[in-house]
Protein backbone atom coordinates (compact mmCIF):
# COMPACT_ATOMS: atom_id res chain seq x y z
CA UNK A 1 0.00 0.00 0.00
CA UNK A 2 1.24 3.43 -0.76
CA UNK A 3 2.47 5.34 2.02
CA UNK A 4 0.45 8.52 2.66
CA UNK A 5 1.13 12.06 4.35
CA UNK A 6 -0.07 12.24 7.99
CA UNK A 7 -3.25 14.41 8.62
CA UNK A 8 -1.93 17.93 9.58
CA UNK A 9 -3.61 19.91 11.81
CA UNK A 10 -5.08 22.29 9.51
CA UNK A 11 -6.84 18.59 7.93
CA UNK A 12 -8.07 17.10 11.23
CA UNK A 13 -9.72 20.46 12.07
CA UNK A 14 -11.44 20.02 8.56
CA UNK A 15 -12.99 16.46 9.69
CA UNK A 16 -14.18 18.26 12.66
CA UNK A 17 -16.06 21.32 11.00
CA UNK A 18 -17.28 18.47 8.46
CA UNK A 19 -18.19 16.36 11.89
CA UNK A 20 -19.69 19.97 13.47
CA UNK A 21 -22.06 20.54 11.01
CA UNK A 22 -23.31 17.11 10.70
CA UNK A 23 -23.61 16.97 14.38
CA UNK A 24 -25.83 20.42 14.35
CA UNK A 25 -27.95 19.45 11.24
CA UNK A 26 -28.23 15.73 11.36
CA UNK A 27 -32.14 14.44 10.14
CA UNK A 28 -32.02 10.38 9.78
CA UNK A 29 -33.25 10.32 5.88
CA UNK A 30 -32.51 13.56 5.35
CA UNK A 31 -28.91 14.81 6.29
CA UNK A 32 -26.48 12.06 7.13
CA UNK A 33 -23.48 13.39 5.26
CA UNK A 34 -21.33 16.32 6.46
CA UNK A 35 -18.76 17.66 3.94
CA UNK A 36 -15.86 20.34 4.41
CA UNK A 37 -13.28 21.89 2.38
CA UNK A 38 -10.61 24.34 2.51
CA UNK A 39 -10.20 26.85 -0.72
CA UNK A 40 -6.80 27.50 -1.54
CA UNK A 41 -7.57 30.95 -0.07
CA UNK A 42 -7.39 29.12 3.37
CA UNK A 43 -11.58 29.89 4.10
CA UNK A 44 -13.58 26.78 5.04
CA UNK A 45 -17.15 25.78 3.98
CA UNK A 46 -19.25 23.25 4.91
CA UNK A 47 -22.30 21.70 3.55
CA UNK A 48 -24.62 18.88 4.14
CA UNK A 49 -26.34 16.19 2.08
CA UNK A 50 -29.93 17.38 0.57
CA UNK A 51 -31.91 14.12 0.34
CA UNK A 52 -34.99 14.53 -1.68
CA UNK A 53 -38.36 12.07 -1.49
CA UNK A 54 -38.07 11.77 -5.93
CA UNK A 55 -34.06 10.82 -5.01
CA UNK A 56 -32.36 11.89 -8.16
CA UNK A 57 -33.10 15.10 -6.94
CA UNK A 58 -31.15 14.51 -4.07
CA UNK A 59 -27.27 16.54 -3.77
CA UNK A 60 -24.03 15.18 -2.26
CA UNK A 61 -23.11 17.26 1.04
CA UNK A 62 -19.71 18.25 -0.77
CA UNK A 63 -21.50 19.92 -4.00
CA UNK A 64 -23.46 21.94 -1.10
CA UNK A 65 -19.87 22.92 0.32
CA UNK A 66 -18.22 23.69 -2.85
CA UNK A 67 -22.13 25.19 -4.07
CA UNK A 68 -21.34 28.24 -0.92
CA UNK A 69 -17.66 28.82 -1.68
CA UNK A 70 -18.83 29.38 -5.15
CA UNK A 71 -21.11 31.82 -4.30
CA UNK A 72 -18.90 33.55 -1.60
CA UNK A 73 -16.15 33.61 -3.53
CA UNK A 74 -16.60 32.68 -6.88
CA UNK A 75 -13.51 30.52 -8.51
CA UNK A 76 -11.22 29.85 -5.50
CA UNK A 77 -10.09 26.71 -5.80
CA UNK A 78 -10.04 23.37 -3.79
CA UNK A 79 -7.18 22.94 -1.33
CA UNK A 80 -8.92 19.82 0.81
CA UNK A 81 -12.18 18.43 0.58
CA UNK A 82 -13.91 15.61 3.08
CA UNK A 83 -17.47 14.45 3.82
CA UNK A 84 -18.29 12.05 6.85
CA UNK A 85 -21.35 10.22 7.63
CA UNK A 86 -23.66 10.44 11.32
CA UNK A 87 -24.70 7.09 11.87
CA UNK A 88 -28.22 6.29 12.48
CA UNK A 89 -30.04 6.91 15.23
CA UNK A 90 -30.01 3.03 16.29
CA UNK A 91 -26.12 2.42 15.90
CA UNK A 92 -25.03 3.65 19.10
CA UNK A 93 -22.02 1.99 18.62
CA UNK A 94 -21.01 3.92 15.60
CA UNK A 95 -19.44 7.25 15.55
CA UNK A 96 -19.02 9.69 12.95
CA UNK A 97 -16.52 8.65 10.43
CA UNK A 98 -14.94 9.99 7.20
CA UNK A 99 -16.32 8.36 4.02
CA UNK A 100 -15.11 8.92 0.36
CA UNK A 101 -16.21 10.98 -2.11
CA UNK A 102 -19.19 9.30 -4.78
CA UNK A 103 -18.07 8.66 -8.22
CA UNK A 104 -20.08 12.13 -8.87
CA UNK A 105 -17.97 14.02 -6.09
CA UNK A 106 -15.29 12.97 -7.74
CA UNK A 107 -15.77 14.06 -11.20
CA UNK A 108 -17.52 17.70 -9.24
CA UNK A 109 -13.95 18.02 -7.26
CA UNK A 110 -11.71 17.33 -10.25
CA UNK A 111 -13.66 20.29 -12.49
CA UNK A 112 -13.57 22.56 -9.90
CA UNK A 113 -10.01 21.90 -9.08
CA UNK A 114 -7.96 19.18 -10.75
CA UNK A 115 -4.91 19.13 -7.88
CA UNK A 116 -7.61 19.18 -5.38
CA UNK A 117 -6.63 16.84 -2.23
CA UNK A 118 -9.29 14.69 -0.48
CA UNK A 119 -9.03 13.41 2.71
CA UNK A 120 -10.25 9.59 3.06
CA UNK A 121 -11.05 6.72 5.09
CA UNK A 122 -7.81 4.54 5.61
CA UNK A 123 -8.15 1.75 8.57
CA UNK A 124 -7.86 3.35 11.73
CA UNK A 125 -6.50 7.17 10.23
CA UNK A 126 -7.57 9.00 7.55
CA UNK A 127 -5.56 9.54 4.79
CA UNK A 128 -5.12 12.30 2.02
CA UNK A 129 -5.06 11.85 -1.59
CA UNK A 130 -5.02 13.99 -4.78
CA UNK A 131 -8.49 14.05 -6.13
CA UNK A 132 -6.45 12.41 -9.40
CA UNK A 133 -5.50 9.27 -7.76
CA UNK A 134 -9.51 8.59 -6.81
CA UNK A 135 -10.61 9.29 -10.49
CA UNK A 136 -8.31 7.47 -13.26
CA UNK A 137 -9.19 8.35 -16.80
CA UNK A 138 -11.50 10.70 -15.78
CA UNK A 139 -14.30 11.48 -18.32
CA UNK A 140 -13.85 13.97 -21.29
CA UNK A 141 -15.73 14.90 -24.34
CA UNK A 142 -13.70 12.79 -26.78
CA UNK A 143 -12.04 15.51 -28.44
CA UNK A 144 -10.19 16.90 -25.17
CA UNK A 145 -7.19 15.16 -23.46
ZN1 LIG B 1 -21.29 12.64 -3.87
Redesign the pocket.
Known amino acids: MKRRPKLGKADKALIAAASSVIKRRYRDDWQEVGAALRTRSGKIFTGVNLDAYLGRMAV ?1 A ?2 VALGRAVVDLGDAGIDMIVAVRHPPPDAKDQAIAVVS ?2 G ?2 RELIFDYDPTARVIVPNGSSPAVVPIGELLPNKYTRGSER
Do not use: K, L, S
Open positions: CEAPCAC
